[in-house]
Each structure stands twice: as structure tokens, then as C-alpha cells.
């Protein structure tokens, strides 16, 4: 997988240089690149920004410093090698975006390339994104209801939750398949040595070495800690998925 990031703060992104991703990276299992969309500008102050049409507070992001760095970004990947397999997918951080998921990691980290854009101020001049779709699948994405400074935090968590799921990232695959979000539910609860820490006592389930009632008991936590922290998710679960125990709980 390729992924391409343009920020006015690079420097941000630095923490892709770390732990898994800048593993991964070395390892060839992940193309990334930062991008200064500051070297797409063409005058002495390098500006980036100007104020809004219509009036009102703060700047918005000129549109002609992204259209020259998101073509430079498409042509530095597959598709841009003449590969017509699939359009990249540009990824427009956005208070204004369908809701980033554990769904949207999967769905992502099955494209080859992804290219993700960094506003800032008020955003990036909306003619940006209806020029993109000629050559990109346009997704503006959120983390959640409330608002940053900047695309740069929302690329971190994406760029992570992403890149963990393409193969050969993660060591053990296995370990992808009890997290959070992974069958709907929220994970159980985990316990390490010592068996009793500050006269907390580890659930003697998880030491009596039976397999099926520990399987058992992690499923009841998870429900219950799903009912009790997300009942969204209990209301969106398929009750295919639920067997009679679980419908006990
Ligand atoms: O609040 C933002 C400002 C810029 C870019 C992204 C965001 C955001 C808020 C929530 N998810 O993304």
C-alpha cells in the first residue's frame, strides 16, 4: 500500500516514523510519504491561505497549492504508474465527513494507495474537492463530533488504524481478531501477573485453564461492557451473530 500525506506541518506526521507504521514502512510493507504543501507555492511568502469569499472569520486554504501537490501525490503512485486498476482515494479530514470506523479501516486498507490532505484554518477552498473527484475517490472523513486544529491528529489515528490492518504489519494476525469492533462488540477485560494486586484477585475463570468457560465469560463481559458503554452498537449488532447464550447475558 502506498499512502501520501500533505500537511503544512510535516513535522506532525512524524510520529509515522515510529513503532508499527515505521516498521512496516521499512520493511517495504507501506509506501508513505509526507509532503509540504508549502513546495506547491509559487510566491516568496509561500502562502497558503486567504480569506473567505462571503465574508467571516479566519482564512481558507488557496486552492491552487493543492490541485499542483495532490497531482503530484497521484502521479508518485500506482495509478499514477499508468496502472489503471483503481483511482487513489483521497482522504479529506473533516468535522464535515462520514464518521471514521473500524468498517472504514478495512474497507481502506484494501486500496492500493491513499492519499490523505491536511487542512488547516477554515479549510481548503471547496473547488479543491470537486477538481479531485476527476482523478480520485473523494472521501471526507471524521473522527468523531467535535472539532481540531487540523487534518493532522484525524491522518495519525487513520494512517494507524489503517495500516495495522494491511498484512504483514501486525506480527500475529490473530491478535486482530478479539479487539474492539472486530465482531461489533467492545473487547473483554484483561488481566496479567500477579494473580492478586493490592488484594484485587485476577477472576478465577481466566485461571482455571477451561477453555470453553473462559470463551464463555469473555463473551459475557464483552456484551455487557457493550450494553453498559455503546448500546448503539448492541442495536446495530445482527442477531444471526447471537447465539442463545449471548442472548442470556
Ligand atoms: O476538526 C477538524 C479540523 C480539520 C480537520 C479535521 C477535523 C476533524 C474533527 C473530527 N474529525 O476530524
Redesign the pocket.
Known amino acids: 500500500m502506498r499512502i501520501d500525506v500533505v500537511s503544512i506541518f510535516p513535522e506532525y506526521l512524524s510520529a509515522l516514523d515510529l513503532s508499527l507504521i515505521g516498521k512496516a514502512r521499512e520493511q517495504g510493507l507501506l509506501q508513505l510519504t509526507v509532503t509540504d504543501l508549502r513546495e506547491f507555492t509559487a510566491d516568496r511568502h509561500r502562502t497558503v491561505d486567504d480569506t473567505p469569499y462571503g465574508g467571516g472569520a479566519g482564512m481558507v486554504m488557496k486552492p491552487e497549492p493543492w490541485a499542483l501537490a495532490l497531482d503530484a501525490a497521484r502521479t508518485r503512485g500506482p495509478a499514477g504508474a499508468g496502472a489503471p486498476e483503481q483511482r487513489p482515494v483521497l482522504v ?4 464535515a ?1 462520514e464518521v ?1 470506523t473500524q468498517a472504514t479501516a478495512r474497507e481502506l486498507a484494501l486500496r492500493e494507495h491513499l492519499v490523505f490532505a ?3 484554518y477554515e ?1 481548503i477552498d471547496e473547488r479543491v474537492v470537486e477538481w479531485s473527484r476527476e482523478h480520485f475517490e473523494v472521501r471526507p ?14 491522518v495519525l489515528a487513520m494512517v494507524e488504524a489503517i495500516g495495522r490492518l494491511v498484512p504483514g504489519v501486525i506480527g500475529n494476525p490473530e491478535s486482530l481478531v478479539e479487539e474492539s469492533h472486530s465482531d461489533g462488540l467492545l473487547e473483554y477485560p484483561v488481566y496479567t501477573k500477579p494473580a492478586l494486586w493490592r488484594d484485587r484477585p485476577v477472576p478465577e475463570v481466566l485461571l482455571s485453564g477451561h477453555h470453553g468457560r473462559i470463551a464463555r465469560w469473555r463473551r459475557d463481559r464483552q456484551l455487557q461492557r457493550t450494553a453498559a458503554r455503546r448500546p448503539d452498537l448492541v442495536a446495530a449488532l445482527d442477531p444471526a451473530g447471537l447465539d442463545r447464550a449471548d442472548r442470556d447475558v
Not at 479529506?92 to 468535522?95: H, Q
Not at 472523513?141 to 484525524?154: F, H, K, P, Q, W
Request: charged share 10%; hydrophobic share 35%; with cysteine.
Open positions: 479529506v479530514p473533516s468535522p465527513g471514521f491536511c487542512g488547516r479549510g472523513m471524521s473522527l468523531g463530533d467535535y472539532v481540531l486544529n487540523g487534518g493532522e491528529v484525524a
